[in-house]
């Protein structure tokens, strides 16, 4: 659905509980990340304009929704909107209002509907409190970004510095593969061990199993060999090639770069671009000095007094001389890095289609990736996340988040995950300083590396969300969601985003570093998300099980 002016009338419903106004759908939602319009809501409340942005909040302890959200809930809502033609993504119960007055906000059934199919006005939505959000889905992989996203990630002012830590394979660096036509950058995920896999015979008999064939099988009936070596998670979306759908040990065991093609290429056009306008701005000064008749002989130093309109021009040489030297060991750095073959970490080892586990009722979209040997002895420090920032702004995030993390420069992840019934429905920390000491809190106050955005917090409950992908077959699934902090903690008057294209694959955690899940996919308007889908690394790790892999976490 278009967001312009000239349709606008085109979006009110002719009939229904309300009529939002031109004004209440594209500011209803104002201060969410991807600034969604309102399609519908059930309330009668005379809208007005916000006094503050709005921010996205879990539900908190609701423990007679909690037993009637499991079954049978959600199939009888899901009953309705197919019942009415609506073509919904997913709905959840969640707040939607200013955090500081999120004990009063009530919680709403958020019903994100798909921009490219919008629903018509005549199904009414008088007998159920709820919202409809026009939204999109999206994997967090990064192909070309919409115009509205990069001009988000200028006025984000993401980073325009190198950053070291791309050459280094830790959880949330930037990886691409050389089969990989999409020019993406991706992130590297959670460092696992594997000391047990299927042999190839095993692997090719379950893909073309029967889902009947497949629940008979035991694990004592599975093929497998020992061995010991290093691998990443990732997603499957990031790795797989358009033309293939499904996995083949022959052909698709490409190679991953680290770091990837693009970033290293936006790194190094940026380096040279900067060189370029120091050399010309220094050119530009010692010709001022010159025509301004100041030689650099000692002679003339000596005998003639520096003017003010001189010592300015010295200075500012120096300065420009400076940056131009930095700048030359930057590049200087960059090119053995140049050469595929030095960049190539490992190769894809394995990836199932992507679908539904019915079992399990989740996504199965993960890949494993064998790092090579060559790197593994490189003595790199596995599963160690980056603490640091370049901006004030996440400076002060890190601290409200967790005064005691805000002093380190990195963490290192447990070699335990956080299991599903720990991650409570609890309330939500009013002050910051809560958030460390309040273990609850701990548990659903999640943090991520990922290539696209960085470090990252956010919130997540045992609340889950209803989804059905609009890609591939249909299939319905229960997903955590993940939302960004809001800024109102930082005084500021933004939501914040969790992720973006090209976070794919990275490791959640909470704040103790413990392992928690896996970024799948993304959900918002115009390409930017407004919330995080996850895989729980439970269910990961069980569907790694199911096909003979025995894996450990590196720690």
Request: proline share 6%.
């Amino acid at each position: 659905m278009a967001a312009s002016d000239a349709n606008m009338t085109e979006l009110r419903p002719p009939t229904g509980p309300r009529q939002p106004t031109r004004q209440e759908v594209r500011r209803y939602y104002w201060g969410l990340p991807s600034q969604p319009l309102l399609i519908a809501r059930s309330s009668t409340t005379p809208w007005d304009m916000p006094r503050y942005y709005k921010s996205l909040i879990p539900a908190g302890r609701h423990d007679a929704l909690a037993a009637a959200w499991q079954c049978p809930l959600k199939s009888r809502i899901i009953s309705c909107l197919d019942g009415k033609a609506i073509r919904w993504l997913s709905f959840f119960p969640i707040k939607i209002g200013d955090f500081e007055d999120q004990h009063t906000q009530s919680l709403v059934l958020l019903i994100s509907v798909d921009e490219e199919h919008m629903p018509q006005w005549n199904f009414g939505i008088n007998n159920v409190e709820c919202e409809m959000m026009a939204t999109s889905w999206f994997p967090l992989t990064n192909p070309e970004a919409p115009a509205k996203l990069e001009a988000l990630n200028a006025k984000h002012a993401e980073r325009t510095t190198v950053d070291f830590s791309k050459f280094i394979p830790f959880p949330g660096a930037a990886i691409d593969s050389a089969d990989n036509t999409r020019n993406s950058t991706d992130t590297l995920g959670l460092t696992v061990r594997i000391t047990k896999r299927p042999t190839e015979l095993w692997l090719s008999k379950w893909q073309f199993m029967t889902k009947q064939e497949r629940e008979v099988v035991s694990p004592g009936l599975i093929e497998t060999e020992d061995v010991s070596f290093i691998a990443a998670l990732t997603c499957n979306h990031c790795v797989q090639s358009r033309s293939k759908s499904e996995f083949d040990p022959v052909t698709m065991r490409y190679d991953v770069h680290l770091p990837s093609a693009k970033y290293l290429h936006e790194w190094i056009e940026k380096i040279d671009h900067s060189i370029a306008e120091q050399s010309d701005r220094i050119v530009r000064l010692e010709d001022g000095l010159r025509k301004a008749g100041w030689s650099d002989s000692e002679e003339h130093q000596a005998c003639v007094p520096m003017e003010p309109r001189i010592r300015r021009f010295k200075f500012q040489t120096q300065i420009a001389k400076a940056a131009l030297s930095i700048n030359s060991i930057l590049r200087d750095y960059t090119r053995p890095f140049e050469p595929r073959s030095v960049r190539t970490l490992g190769r894809v080892l394995y990836t199932p289609p992507i679908g539904l586990d019915e079992g399990r009722k989740t996504i199965s979209d993960w890949a494993l990736l064998e790092i090579f040997e060559d790197k593994v002895e490189a003595g790199h420090q596995w599963n160690l996340i980056p603490l640091f920032w370049d901006n004030v702004v996440g400076m002060a995030t890190l601290k409200a988040v967790d005064p005691t993390l805000h002093k380190k420069s990195s963490m290192q992840l447990q070699s335990s995950i956080l299991p599903k019934s720990e991650l409570r429905r609890g309330i939500m920390a009013e002050h910051d300083s809560l958030l460390s000491r309040n273990p609850e809190s701990r548990q659903y106050v999640l943090g991520k590396y990922g290539a696209a955005t960085g470090l990252t917090f956010g919130y997540c409950n045992d609340f889950k969300a209803v989804t059905r992908r609009p890609v591939g077959p249909e299939h319905i699934s229960e997903e955590y969601f993940i939302v960004g902090l809001p800024d109102d903690q930082l005084n500021s008057d933004k939501a914040t985003r969790f992720s973006k294209r090209g976070d794919s694959g990275a490791v959640v955690w909470n704040l103790d570093g413990r392992p928690v899940g896996m970024l799948t996919s993304g959900e918002g308007y115009d390409g930017v998300s407004d919330i995080t889908y996850m895989t729980h690394l439970e269910g990961v790790f069980g569907m790694m099980a199911d096909r003979g892999f025995e894996i450990s976490i590196v720690d």
